[in-house]
């Protein structure tokens, strides 16, 4: 089992940052890789980045590319999202998954383990 645990959402106003971390314990040996996701009000749960756990290689979602950062720390099982110039649309709880998967995916069906989410909210 992996347990996540997310933090650092709040409110901001358009334009401004936050960066959220997802902090990953137990059998964290067996991730290959880990992706925030995001969850607006009435919508499915869509992919935001994602980070190769042991090379570092990271891949974005169209919306956010230029803007928001994935990076991790391994020694500590912690991954980060730096988000700036955010957005009203930007607007979600985000969540961490974690992949077991040998194959990288950017389906939140393939991922088995996920955190309990923080709350972003982007002010106009």
């Known amino acids: 089992q992996v347990q996540l645990v997310e933090s650092g959402g709040g409110l901001v106003q358009a334009g401004g940052s936050l960066r959220l971390s997802c902090v990953a314990s137990?059998?964290?040996?067996?991730?290959?890789?880990m992706a925030w996701f995001r969850q607006a009000s009435g919508k499915e749960r869509e992919f935001v980045a994602r980070?190769?756990?042991?090379?570092?290689?990271?891949y974005y979602a169209d919306s956010v590319k230029g803007r928001f950062t994935i990076s991790r720390d391994n020694a500590k099982n912690t991954m980060f999202l730096q988000m700036n110039s955010l957005k009203p649309e930007d607007t979600a709880v985000y969540y961490c998954?974690?992949?077991?998967?040998?194959?990288?995916?950017?389906?939140?069906?393939?991922?088995?383990?996920w955190g309990q989410g923080t709350q972003v909210t982007v002010s106009s």
């Open positions: 137990g059998r964290t040996f067996s991730i290959n890789a």
């Open positions: 998954g974690a992949l077991t998967a040998q194959a990288l995916s950017i389906m939140a069906r393939e991922y088995g383990y």
């Open positions: 980070i190769s756990w042991s090379g570092g290689r990271t």
